[in-house]
């Protein structure tokens, strides 16, 4: 038989003997092993992880970057660790500043390269690191695959705002544009230093005053892919005017209501007044449509509607005020029918004397209530399925007004190197083919033409070899200036090659494209502006990449105060 009780003596003996027991081996085992961190560890979110995992070892401790830009370890380890020791001075290692650039210059330089190499592989260009000036051009290098090192200028232009400019004038300034060229690395500008120079000062137009539009009503049709890829291009010149927008879906049958109404919200967001109709007959084709959108225009006008413009797509206003104006000269009170004609001639032969669709056809309201209830019968009885084409016969079968042709209006049917075009100092009411013939940032050239009017392509000569095209180019001339007839267009794009003949009676008589190893040309890639009103442009040269010539920018600063 066990007693009943144990004695409370040995009780008192075993908690002594567990409690030294427990003591000695909390002071054995104190210190945490170094794999293991001793306290709870910050969470990284999972997708933070799974990006950092492939960027490093399975035993590289992860740094995450702070605001200035320096590596912080993720784990918050505490002192007891034996990963983080103390150093003779007293101090932590993990406490201690990173190093400075003084004392990165004692790196060994393969030890430097390897890093620099690895940086420029594993990251984009931050525009953190560099100063606030360049935030923009070190942003912008990542969508312009700039070369990781490119030489740069910057100009101010003080902007003279004057009434009487004469568009058509190529102002001389003696001085030259582009100057003082510093390379700029895109991973770390942060000791670069820009020349300073003196601001240049350029008489330009007046600013458009702010107007609304709600007279002007356009029409397109286009598959929903491609409008809700218009939005930007189409936002650049209706968003806020007051005009309205009405589009034919083409492939509005496959589209669900909610991604109808999700394009809608798109359109709204952009401040685009825009109205989505299905196409009357799924049978047209696109061409077709072009033409019927005239139906849903009409039911969707009001009293105050003037002009009724069919559009393509791909049909970009600068900026609406020309245009206006330009209509505002026509009687829009009697049947009007208003446009331009191809600049081939060619083309004109082969499909006739109309308004061609990309420069956009314009119907004064009248006119295009008339046609409006004409419109299916001008289908049926079509010879052709050019929206343009039917339009025409539409109009002349069913009114006595003919095409008067509104200049400044383009269709533009040039391909590839439209430089040419873009150089010679016009004043386009509108642009086309941009996206398709050839490949023009239009929205961000147009941008000056919000900063100063008909600005948009003004021409400047500068020293003896450069010509300024504003929004489009900056062109220097091996042999100068004098070597070149500005009062020709250049004929650079493929057609024009040879006589050049079919773009006599629109273009007027080309020159020669210039020789391409004379010519040196920065194409306007990006434009932006800032928070205090100033506009940025960047022109960029590609550089040769197989002899590893570096890209150039040029960077003009157009101060608003």
Same mark, same amino acid.
């Given at each position: ?17 567990l ?6 081996t ?110 923009f ?30 568009r ?54 286009t ?18 005017t ?25 359109f ?70 208003? %446009?331009?004609? /191809?600049? +081939? ?9 109309? =308004?061609? *669709?990309?420069?956009?056809? $314009? ?18 009885e ?10 025409r ?25 439209v ?35 008909d ?24 042999? %100068?200036?004098? /070597?070149? +007839? ?9 057609? =024009?090659? *040879?006589?050049?003949?079919? $773009? ?17 040309s ?40």
């Amino acid at each position: 038989m066990f007693p009943s009780k144990v004695p409370r003596a040995f009780v008192l003996a075993s908690v002594v003997l567990l409690f030294l027991v427990t003591y000695t081996t909390l002071q054995l085992y104190r210190r945490v092993p170094p794999s293991y961190p001793e306290a709870n560890p910050k969470v990284i979110p999972i997708q933070d992880a799974v990006v950092q995992e492939d960027q490093t070892g399975p035993d590289h401790a992860v740094p995450v970057e702070t605001a200035n830009g320096f590596p912080t370890p993720i784990f918050d380890i505490p002192a007891s660790t034996p990963s983080v020791q103390d150093d003779k001075s007293g101090q932590r290692l993990d406490d201690k500043e990173p190093p400075s650039e003084s004392s990165t210059e004692h790196m060994s330089n393969s030890d430097a390269g390897n890093n620099a190499e690895e940086e420029h592989h594993l990251s984009l260009p931050d525009p953190k690191r560099c100063p606030k000036d360049l935030e923009f051009l070190v942003r912008s290098s990542v969508n312009l695959e700039l070369t990781e090192r490119v030489r740069y200028t910057r100009r101010y232009i003080h902007p003279i705002f004057s009434i009487g400019v004469d568009r058509q004038n190529v102002v001389n300034v003696t001085e030259p544009l582009i100057n003082d060229q510093v390379e700029i690395d895109m991973y770390d500008c942060r000791g670069a230093t820009i020349p300073e120079s003196t601001p240049i000062k350029l008489h330009v137009p007046i600013p458009h005053p702010e107007a609304t539009y709600s007279h002007l009503i356009f029409g397109v049709a286009t598959d929903y892919g491609r409008l809700n890829g218009s939005i930007s291009s189409f936002a650049h010149w209706i968003s806020g005017t007051g005009a309205k927008l009405v589009a034919t879906i083409t492939d509005a049958r496959y589209k669900s209501p909610s991604e109808i109404e999700q394009l809608q919200d798109n359109f709204r967001a952009a401040d685009i007044d825009a109205i989505f109709v299905n196409p009357i007959n799924e049978a047209f084709t696109t061409s077709q449509n072009h033409f019927t959108v005239l139906i849903n225009m009409v039911e969707h006008s009001s009293f105050d509607t003037k002009w009724y413009g069919l559009v393509d797509d791909d049909t970009f206003f600068p900026t609406l005020k020309p245009l206006a104006d330009s209509l505002a000269t026509l009687d829009h009170k009697t049947d009007a029918y208003v %446009g331009a004609l /191809s600049e +081939d001639f060619s083309s004109v032969q082969t499909f006739g004397f109309m =308004a061609f *669709g990309g420069a956009g056809a $314009f119907l004064s309201a009248p006119l295009a209530r008339k046609l409006s209830s004409q419109a299916l019968k001008c289908i049926d009885e079509a010879t052709t399925r050019e929206g343009d084409t039917i339009l025409r016969d539409c109009v002349y079968t069913n009114s006595k007004a003919k095409l008067t042709i509104l200049p400044g209006l383009y269709q533009q049917d040039i391909r590839d190197d439209v430089s040419g075009f873009f150089e010679a100092g016009l004043r386009p009411l509108n642009l086309h083919h941009w996206k398709s013939w050839y490949r023009e940032p239009v929205e961000k050239m147009a941008k000056v033409a919000k900063f100063c009017g008909d600005c948009f392509l003004q021409r400047w000569r500068f020293g003896t070899d450069t010509v300024f095209s504003n929004g489009f180019s900056i062109a220097t001339y091996r042999d %100068g200036v004098d /070597s070149i +007839d500005l009062q020709k267009m250049e004929g650079t794009w493929s057609k =024009a090659q *040879g006589d050049g003949r079919d $773009f006599d009676f629109s273009l007027g008589p080309l020159r020669d494209p210039y020789p391409a190893d004379q010519k040196k040309s920065y194409k306007l890639r990006d434009a932006e502006f800032a928070e205090n009103g100033d506009l940025r442009q960047l022109y960029v040269r590609v550089g040769d990449a197989s002899t590893g010539e570096l890209d150039e920018v040029v960077e003009l600063v157009w101060k608003k105060n």
